[in-house]
């Protein structure tokens, strides 16, 4: 840990925040950019396919009710809010199914906090395309270094990632949205830093998607506020009283700038295949193997061991969920409705599958254990049949993660399913095209318009 | 540390929030609501006072150019702003001279968030004086005692008090408005609990008033998520992963409920007479005790010696501040300026006096000892004088603490001083005569109408 005097900014911080604020556009290697575009995919396929959930209804009845300039669309819908209200509500929504995607290494849900704060402000000060992937990438380096350098202490104590570290990342996209640089772009950082909040207590309410909703508004807030003067700490994470030292008892200020340019954080992005917890996949994966690869038939199971990273039964360890939203904080719920309907995808997670007769006779057979050799991408299932053999997969990575990802069609798919019942498959597909052309695009325009319902179908 | 299972709010935290949500306006004591109404003027005497400060415009600038129904005023100017955002810009505001009233044994600033955000409520939903007093009087007892169950390794840790159980006290008061109960009560505590945030590192700068103002609109849009359905955690200060265990590693959650009911924590607030940083406090009383008691003068001093709590160097330790500001966390810039001016209010913390020559060279004649056996309301002056005598004060307790208080004269000469300069000293009047008569008012229509300048003057 650095210490820091009075007005100055730790180097870490400093050459980070210089890299992140200062580069071009242009200067992003295509490969990067190519990444955030699929982001880009992913987030609006959540955040307009999460368009009716409750929480997101409420969030933006609520904005609507305290009312605000028509700067940028509640995604999904024709209605236009004020730019920290669109970045709250599309926050809320992309989250909404915790099933956007993950910075492995951290699981910080970084594309939420990032793309709702920044195609708000795209929206409304008419930026390019190009700059928005920018934004998103850079923003991406950010947060998933800050995290980097707090995790996994900062973690494990009970702090929510995407609460504490998303609004960092969402200031620096929006701060490029706004062109801040120097003593703004310090401000910006350090009006975020001191937003960051959230603990995990929340998951499984509509409070754990609210903090990437808050995490993008902060974010968006912090880059207004520092473009019209508002100062805070010069260091902000570094200091003797900043977010590194009081939000975590072991921080590595190092992980801000080892390999800064070289090498990018947004290639260790995970994409979710399927719409729950993050560290339930490997044990979906293991057993859909099992059934695709050895024909496992679920009338033939006695009973499944599976082995699991230890954070698995501490986030997801709910033996008897109750609703849908509780259901996806539930790895055995998961398993067994994946092995049941052969998916695990948004509408497996419903209210009325965690009652069903078979899925909670399913949960019965299922005995979870801890195992700390094994990494969060890892997990190991055995199946003991009724006929005595046991057969058994270990994965390795789980589908989605950088090592074994989804290629750009799995991704279309993913978004197709999301988009589709709200917009129309016609509608869904010139959206999609839109949004893999929209490094060459002058602004969001044509993209957005594509995102707003046509009417009743 | 009471645990959790999913569903169940601890006893103590569901006690507190039943009594602080259920009880009747009529049900408080007179004596409460008297401290409450105290509470009032100080804060629309802070609030009004520092319309033009450049933290204040720059926020209230933004709230406009993000726009907003007309809700709310921006208190001392005829803006009226959403709720959420006449929260923020009038916590900023209230906070901005560092010279609102603080909860003595926590540091909590508990008013400022309170008042920015049931004030702007009470104004957009026609509530009552009485219910408003009775919201301030309420939330103030929940945001104390959760303060306490948290101080003072919470506060150690690097945790400005205002800005994490601000949010909470926001909310119980936000809620009053609402009339949340059941349910509901306890998903807006929960929803403020998870947006607790802001570092001491921040100090010196805008961004510690934002805490306050954040604060405030956190507590209110809790309230308004939850009246609409929102949900959150169940045990959010309780809970294994809730803000007690993730925000301190020693609370007492028996601080929630002792007592509650028969004493009153509002009658541990302090109130400044002094425009900087409480803990000050004691050290500039006893000065001021040696110029009017035993008749010390400015140019008798060979050195003065300051026996302070620890917490004050700590705080407060800046020995050359460059701004105004900054001299609000110099104990020896604000002992200096008092000495030499014989007052320490808001104009004396300009950027002008900390670069005073006859400051900056009494300062260097003060020397600082941290003394762990005072209390931080206490402190020890001893001044040696040229002629070689040494004299010395000892100070039990601070003026305006409430061993010491500021009886309701001197509160309102306090208003006076702060709110004539933006109102005129008739219409300053015609405000605290609404202030005092605030529990016989239908509404706040009466009041806030004095609020607002009536043009050039």
């Not at 395309?129 to 494990?156: I, K, Q, T």
């Not at 609004?167 to 001191?194: D, F, K, Q, W």
């Not at 609210?210 to 570094?238: E, N």
Request: one cysteine or more; proline letters at 5%; a negative charge.
């Amino acid at each position: 840990m650095t210490g820091s005097n009075d007005d100055r900014t730790s180097a870490e911080t400093a050459a980070l925040v210089e890299f992140v604020f200062g580069a071009a556009s242009a200067e992003i290697p295509d490969a990067v950019l190519h990444e955030s575009k699929r982001c880009l995919l992913d987030f609006l396929g959540l955040a307009i396919g999460a368009v009716a959930e409750p929480a997101v209804a409420i969030a933006r009845r609520q904005c609507e009710l305290l009312g605000g300039h028509e700067q940028a669309f509640a995604l999904g819908t024709a209605t236009r809010l004020r730019a920290t209200d669109a970045a709250m509500v599309n926050g809320v929504a992309a989250h909404a199914f915790d099933f956007d995607d993950t910075h492995v290494p951290t699981i910080l849900h970084a594309t939420t906090p990032l793309y709702a704060a920044s195609v708000a402000l795209a929206q409304w000060r008419g930026r390019s395309g190009l700059d928005l992937l920018a934004a998103h990438a850079l923003g991406y380096e950010l947060g998933a270094r800050v995290s980097l350098a707090l995790y996994p202490e900062h973690y494990d104590a009970g702090w929510h990632m995407t609460g504490t570290t998303g609004p960092l990342a969402a200031a620096a996209a929006s701060g490029r949205m706004l062109n801040l640089s120097g003593p703004a772009a310090v401000h910006c950082l350090g009006i975020a830093a001191t937003q960051a909040c959230g603990h995990r207590e929340q998951f499984g309410t509509m409070a754990k998607p609210f903090h990437a909703g808050h995490a993008a508004a902060a974010g968006a807030l912090a880059a207004l506020l520092a473009d019209d003067g508002f100062t805070s700490a010069p260091d902000a994470l570094q200091g003797r009283r900043g977010m590194f030292a009081v939000m975590s008892t072991v921080s590595t200020p190092a992980d801000l700038v080892q390999g800064l340019g070289e090498r990018w954080e947004i290639f260790r992005n995970g994409v979710k295949p399927y719409a729950c917890g993050v560290v339930t996949h490997p044990a979906i994966d293991a057993l859909l193997r099992l059934q695709s690869e050895a024909g496992l038939s679920v009338d033939d199971i006695e009973h499944i061991d599976l082995q699991v990273h230890p954070l698995v039964p501490e986030l997801t360890g709910k033996m008897e969920p109750r609703t849908g939203l509780e259901g996806k904080f539930s790895v055995v719920f998961a398993c067994a409705i994946a092995l049941l309907d052969g998916a695990a995808g948004e509408r497996q997670f419903s209210d009325a599958n965690v009652t069903r007769a078979d899925v909670r006779a399913l949960i019965r057979r299922i005995r979870l254990t801890p195992d700390a050799e094994l990494d969060h991408t890892q997990a190991v299932a055995t199946a003991k049949r009724k006929d005595g053999e046991s057969i058994s997969r270990r994965v390795e990575h789980a589908s989605g993660t950088p090592e074994n990802r989804l290629d750009d069609d799995a991704l279309a798919e993913k978004f197709r399913d999301l988009v589709g019942p709200v917009l129309g498959s016609t509608q869904a597909s010139e959206l999609e095209r839109r949004v893999w052309e929209i490094d060459s695009a002058p602004d969001l325009s044509a993209l957005l318009s594509a995102s707003v319902p046509s009417g009743p179908r």
